[in-house]
């Protein structure tokens, strides 16, 4: 079975730091390329970060840019997301997705698919 | 960037009616857009990829349409399991890979 497990979630001060991981199984981790989401409480879905299959390739958006770092480790089949100078307005549901890649009609297209059950980081004081 | 505007953001629908939900991308993404389905506490699904391709397992009520700037989910025949958020993504380019604001789904 294909599954994507998150962990180290938790309440962190703001301007502190946490690590989230990404624990894959039932595919070829080092395959994929990788994606953290967040969702706010009662919030829509924000894409926050990807990564390359190999590490080549790494984006990040405009919120986060500078603070927080994707990384992974292939012989782990594991995604990890560094979270530094965390505000309170990072305070959010963090689900890792995989991006999965085929092609339709001809066209090579591309989603996120599956995602993992979320780990909630919350920032106060 | 490229902006995603879904509407309604809200709709109140009974069992057995067709819903219709309408994704707009702010500038031209051919078919590179996804559907999901989000219930509360839960992860989000993938409904269909390529604008119109339904994704394994998901049940043929739902079909997604639509190419360049304007998509829409149909939802044939409301169920009472699909009760839910339902968000289009963009996957044309990135960064970002942005997500439409979401449109709940409830009982009438």
């Known amino acids: 079975e294909v599954q994507l497990v998150e962990s180290g979630g938790g309440l962190v001060k703001p301007g502190g730091s946490l690590r989230l991981s990404c624990a894959a199984s039932g595919f070829t981790f080092s395959s994929y390329s990788m994606n953290w989401v967040r969702q706010a409480p009662g919030k829509g879905l924000e894409w926050v970060s990807s990564i390359s299959s190999s590490s080549s390739y790494i984006y990040y958006a405009d919120s986060v840019k500078g603070r927080f770092t994707i990384s992974r480790d292939n012989a782990k089949n594991s995604l990890y997301l560094q979270m530094n100078s965390l505000r309170a307005e990072d305070t959010a549901v963090y689900y890792c997705?995989?991006?999965?890649?085929?092609?339709?009609?001809?066209?090579?297209?591309?989603?996120?698919?599956?995602w993992g059950q979320g780990t909630l980081v919350t920032v106060s004081s | 960037d490229i902006q995603l505007t879904q509407s309604p953001s809200f709709l109140s629908a009974s069992v057995g009616d067709r819903v219709t939900i309408t994704c707009r991308a702010s500038?031209?993404?051919?078919?590179?857009l996804a559907w999901y389905q989000q219930k509360p506490g839960k992860a989000p699904k993938l409904l269909i990829y390529a604008a119109s391709t339904l994704q394994s397992g998901v049940p043929s009520r739902f079909s997604g349409s639509g190419s360049g700037t304007e998509f829409t989910l149909t939802i044939s025949s409301l169920q009472p399991e699909d009760f839910a958020t339902y968000y289009c993504q963009q996957l044309n380019s990135y960064p970002p890979n942005t997500f439409g604001g979401g449109t709940k789904v409830e009982i009438k």
């Open positions: 500038q031209g993404i051919s078919s590179y």
């Open positions: 997705a995989r991006r999965s890649i085929t092609m339709v009609r001809g066209v090579t297209q591309n989603w996120f698919d599956p």
